[in-house]
DNA sequence: CAGATGTCAGTAATACTGAAATTG
DNA sequence: CCAATTTCAGTACTACTGACATCT
């Protein structure tokens, strides 16, 4: 097969893989980072605008903070304005294991890109980009 | 997130949704769709050799065989020469199938590179095929 | 006896669905 | 009463693992 969806399903699968890779010495998996990155850059938000923002569901974003939370790494506290909501933010410890991850996940990037020069890789990510529209 | 690793994710994501909503029409999913195709690009073969070839695990090649043998596309048929293999072969409605999701596959293609002009499609593709190597 | 093959059962990770309880 | 939120339980799909019987 050499079919462009399975092109694009080879790459992405051996992007997943690495990324997965690189995150594991730190025992967590892409979707903890995806959280705590959206904590750090855009600030503490209940648990449904997460599930929006980062389209994921909201049962499985309950299960990603709850593991987070668990390894203190984020804190969940009753809305005062709204008793229905939790709101989460990201905590010292989080931002510091943020800190670690984002250092694996950026040299992850370099070996997916690894085979393109600079300039090529420019080029792909546009690309990509105007696929998703 | 705009990573390199998750635009990958993002475009695969959505191809992989295209050619499956293409398929679904057929009442077959990509898993059949690559088997027939490699049946009839290569001729029979025994389900070990399919699977290596196509980078299928036993177990899940059993599966797809069985439900392309229970609608008439494909047949088993033990192999004469060595007892503990069976030949897959492609049958003439396999084939007329085959046709049937050819059409529907290209067309998905299509939509997949849509939002790309013809140079580009090349160049995306020339990259993506740098990228698993 | 070692190795290959086909077959079956079971597991892990991810995405999704449905429903109950609480609150606005 | 209706809607939103959190939470839990369960399902579907894919990929993978382990075991077993048969045959070379």
């Known amino acids: 097969r050499g ?3 399975w092109l ?3 790459a992405a699968r051996r992007a997943h893989d690495l990324v997965s890779a690189a995150l594991a010495p730190e025992g967590l998996r892409r979707q903890h980072f995806t959280l705590l990155a959206a904590l750090a850059e855009r600030g503490p938000a209940s648990q449904a605008d997460l599930g929006r ?4 569901d909201r049962s499985d974003l ?4 709850s593991t987070l939370e668990d390894q203190g ?3 969940r506290r009753a809305d005062p304005n709204d008793q229905r909501r ?3 933010a990201i905590t010292g410890a989080g931002t510091r294991k943020l800190k670690r ?7 992850a990037q370099e070996e ?5 020069e600079a300039a090529e890789r420019g080029q792909l990510l546009a690309l990509l980009r105007r696929l998703s529209t």
């Open 3 to 5: 079919l462009p969806s």
């Open 8 to 10: 694009l399903g080879q």
């Open 53 to 56: 923002q980062l389209w994921v």
């Open 62 to 65: 309950h299960a990603i903070v």
């Open 73 to 75: 790494l984020v804190v």
């Open 86 to 88: 939790k709101v989460v």
């Open 101 to 107: 991850l984002e250092t694996r996940i950026v040299s």
């Open 112 to 116: 997916v890109l690894a085979p393109l």
